[in-house]
Nanobody, 121 residues
Framework: QVQLVESGGGLAQPGGSLRLSCAAS????????MSWARQAPGKGLEWVSG????????YYADSVKGRFTISRDNAKNTVYLQMNSLKPEDTALYYC??????????????WGQGTLVTVSS
């Protein structure tokens, strides 16, 4: 059974930074694209960013483009989300997700438990 464990969430000030990590296990991590998604309080799930299996291509929602950077380390079975210039509207529960395919980030079939990011002064 796929296991995804997120970490790195917490409280940040507006304009600050956080780096999320997602440790993956029980599947061949290097064979699949990975994504991050988030759910803000009282709102629906929003896809945030995705990366192909080799890290060659990355994709971002317009709401985070230019501020967030996704990356992966296939040797460590870990995907990261560097979040800079944080805004209060980035407050959400952030989920790591495994894609169904190697080079398509929008079809997701496994999810972590999430890590909470709160942006507030």
């Amino acid at each position: 059974q796929v296991q995804l464990v997120e970490s790195g969430g917490g409280l940040a000030q507006p304009g600050g930074s956080l780096r999320l990590s997602c440790a993956a296990s029980r599947f061949t991590f290097s064979s699949y694209a990975m994504s991050w998604a988030r759910q803000a309080p009282g709102k629906g799930l929003e896809w945030v960013s995705g990366i192909y299996r080799a890290g060659s291509d990355t994709y971002y929602a317009d709401s985070v483009k230019g501020r967030f950077t996704i990356s992966r380390d296939n040797a460590k079975n870990t995907v990261y989300l560097q979040m800079n210039s944080l805004k209060p509207e980035d407050t959400a529960l952030y989920y790591c997700a495994k894609a169904l395919y190697s080079d398509y980030v929008y079809a997701l079939d496994a999810w972590g438990q999430g890590t909470l990011v709160t942006v507030s002064s």
